[in-house]
């Protein structure tokens, strides 16, 4: 009996250690190949989904898109919340109205990009992810173009960026580019 929990346990840890090693090597390249991009935010963020374990960089693409989606759905939350706060002036309101506009957009066009990437079309998951990823950029712009503006989005976008990074680095290994 002793050599079958042996074995059962070989085999537990090594396919452990395959998956772990995916996300590890796929990171690594990932934010080798884009300076926004950290290392440990691309492993955490795949580790700490529960679906990451024993996937291949397929299903690793679609995990990072769903995480995509649920960051998007919160940040929007977030926006809609500080529409309602005192501390924003008129200015930043309407910057913050254009960003709650970006942000709900982005959510249909990364349900797109899962439907694109499932029938393996990754030209268009590619566009539809960068289109997605440029609401970040639009969004802190506002805040930009007027000088004092407190643009309180900063660590929900980096994060955001981070996960479309992570999703267009993956596509791009995948389609061989
Ligand atoms: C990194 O981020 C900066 C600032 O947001 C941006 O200007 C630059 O184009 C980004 N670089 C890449 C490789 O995405
Ligand atoms: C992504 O989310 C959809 C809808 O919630 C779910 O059906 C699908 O299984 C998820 N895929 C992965 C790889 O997590
Ligand atoms: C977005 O996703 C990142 C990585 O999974 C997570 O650390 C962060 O808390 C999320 N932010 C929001 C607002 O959901
Ligand atoms: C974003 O928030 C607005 C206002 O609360 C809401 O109308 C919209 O449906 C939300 N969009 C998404 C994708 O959750």
Known sequence: MRWLFFITFLMLFHSTMGSEDLIQLSCKKAAAGDPNLS????????????????????????????????????????????LVDKRFDKYAKECLQDCLELYSDSVPTLQEAIGAFQAKDYDKANIEVSSAMDASTTCEDGFKEKRGEVYPLKKENHNFCQLNAISLAFINTLSGT
Request: with cysteine; aromatic share 4%; proline share 2%.
């Open 39 to 82: 290392f440990n935010f691309c492993v955490s963020s795949l580790e700490a989904s529960p679906r990451s374990h024993g996937a291949d960089l397929e299903q690793l693409v679609a995990i990072t898109l769903n995480l995509t989606i649920s960051n998007a759905t919160s940040i929007n939350s977030t926006i809609s919340r500080l």
